[in-house]
């Protein structure tokens, strides 16, 4: 497991993992974590908050009221009983995972703040790639439902033949594709930490040994199946593309920089909560 660490600002920090094992990475969150909880407590002190990007490697993780009946097929992949929210989700390659030790008192960030600045910086994120890609259909976005923790897929049966899709917010007249993003937080004295999954160019066919979330029959999508995203020969390669090419093409670093830039704006109280939609 290889890690960097970044300052961003003052106040937040970016810290790298790459083919990072699940256990470890989550001892040392929680290490960390209640570290900052005792120094805050013992010495007043504010430690940056911090953003941890995680490259797993291959694990199931099952949440804290996760239920074993959502695994469907035992694989030779690893389950592991963790300590966030939710039922049972997959890590892996390819996945860009994100996790937030942020100090929510200090932010004055209630637990509902922390989840819709998840859910609507993925959002931001994933609609800003889908409307800057040429391979994508115009009448198909992201969206957080309340019912359900994450970030969804959306066709929008109102758009017209040229194109144009509704600006709007509601789900009405839209038809849910599938589920892009999962979510999963922990809060211990004020202090969150665990956060988010994104599945950007991953190999879905690990989902389809349980139920994602605990939603029997959850179709799981990913980012590269709807914008043109590099393969990894591409991003080694570069010769093989023309420049035009190239710059119509999202890869896993530029939607990651584009989420950390966004979550970092809202760390700093640049972005502001949008109202949230109806169910």
Known sequence: MQNDTQPLNDTLVRKSLSAADYVPTLDAMLARTLERIDLKKQQGLRTPDELWIVDHNDVYTL???????????????????????????????GQLV????????????????????AEQAIEDVINDCLRSSPSNSDNISAHARRDAPGVYLYADTAATDDRTATDDNSLDN????GKMASLGFKIKHGFSYHGIAINLNCDLSSFNAINPCGYAGMQMLRLSDFVAMQTDSEQTEPEAQTEQQMSNLFSYETVTQKLIDNIAK???GLIELRAIAPK
């Open 174 to 177: 839209k038809i849910m594709l």
């Open 266 to 268: 809202r760390h700093a």
């Open 63 to 93: 949440g804290q009221a996760g239920k074993e009946e959502h695994i469907l097929q035992r694989t030779d992949t690893p389950i592991i009983k963790t300590d966030r929210g939710g039922q049972v989700t997959w890590h892996g390659h």
């Open 98 to 117: 994100i996790y937030w030790l942020f100090d929510l008192d200090s932010l004055k960030w209630s637990v509902r703040n922390l989840v819709s600045h």
